[in-house]
């Protein structure tokens, strides 16, 4: 069989039947040269007004429930897509991430892929079939419907393009990856090529156009991903190539500004060489941390500390249930948990910026100047996160940007 293609279309791309029609009608062309295999995202903002509806029946909704009713999305959508293709003489199939193999861990919510049997889809491929996935799901090894987390076809596509040999291409609204958000941050351009580590802390700032799980997959696997726009605008035919880029240049590449960020304290005053439970309760403290999935986390004998982001996960109601019931089980009353929400945490990404006491100052210097309040800075090998209030969020990304990326000499 000739290598397949796997294409990703977002939420933004199926929006309404005239764009689906329009996919529709790309796929169709694609299809004639090469086996296809589709990944589709919920249409337009689905997924958000189901994480409505279930939270206004109950709050926090149970996350086995949350994701059987979210993966309705990603069903419609393949549905759809599938039958707009028969409209044009197609011959396609739908089939949901459990049908394709896409096996996860059971962590409801933000589950990660551990392995894909893609069975039915080379069957399908071999019969002539274009193959429609629903992206953003699997099935645990307990036979539980599970998601990927928000933005996860992403990784849906490249996990099966990794599982098929096949090229992987991620249509959006945007014609790949920007130095910034090009719809927040005036002058923003277009990068041709980027390394994966890069690309996974751009997205693990936050940045929707990929989702970390399916860079950190691509890297893993070496697949290339290429991003572009699915209805290219005249003229404008770019994209962006995410692979390994070794001769890439230094200094940042990239910022990223989540306005949506949480800052999330458990204090623990507990002497654990005292008191019966004590042993017991770190164990279920360094558990219970473990598994929020917070960034930035930070655990020491005094409590746990980490960064929450509302533009990635919907489970704040759910992480702060779960942080105060364990509050409520310590008798003694030594332990508290505080969550600050007004922040934004601008990230600068490159290569070993935390090595580099020159970017630090630079951008310390810059924030001054726009007199940007610095409340607290965090890095990690490829990322220096800056810490501001919401509303100077914007301010801040924007000041970097000019003096850090697009003025750089
Ligand atoms: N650095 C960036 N480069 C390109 N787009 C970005 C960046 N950061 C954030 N974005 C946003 O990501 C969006 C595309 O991702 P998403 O909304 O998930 O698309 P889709 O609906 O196709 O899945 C763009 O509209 C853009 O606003
Ligand atoms: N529908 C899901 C999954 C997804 O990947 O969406 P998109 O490709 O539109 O970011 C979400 O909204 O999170």
Redesign the pocket.
Known sequence: MQTPVVMK?????VADFDRLRKVAGIVAARARQRPTVVVV?AMGKTTDGLVRDAQALCEPPAPRELDMLLTTGERTSMAFLSLALHGLGVSAISLTGSQCGVITNHQHGRARIVEVRPFRILDELAAGHVVVVGGFQGVSYKREVTTLGR?G?DTSAVALAAALGADCEI????D?????????VEG?ARLDELGYEEMQA?SRAG???LHAQAVELAAERGIAIYAQA?FPQAGRKGQTVIRNNPAAPTGVR?L?CDAEVVDVQLSWRHDPSRGQGGGQSRGRLARLVGGLGLRYLQVDERGARGLFSMTGRDDLGEVEARLRDFVADIEDGSASVELRRDLALVTLVGAGLEERPDTVELALTQLEAEGVALLGMRSDGQSLGLLVSREQGEVAAAALHAKMIAGRP
């Open positions: 279309f977002g939420g933004s791309s995202s933005g076809s249509h959006s609204d945007v790949g990856v920007y130095d910034a958000d090009p719809r927040k923003a751009l940045a929707k156009v699915t990239a990223h």
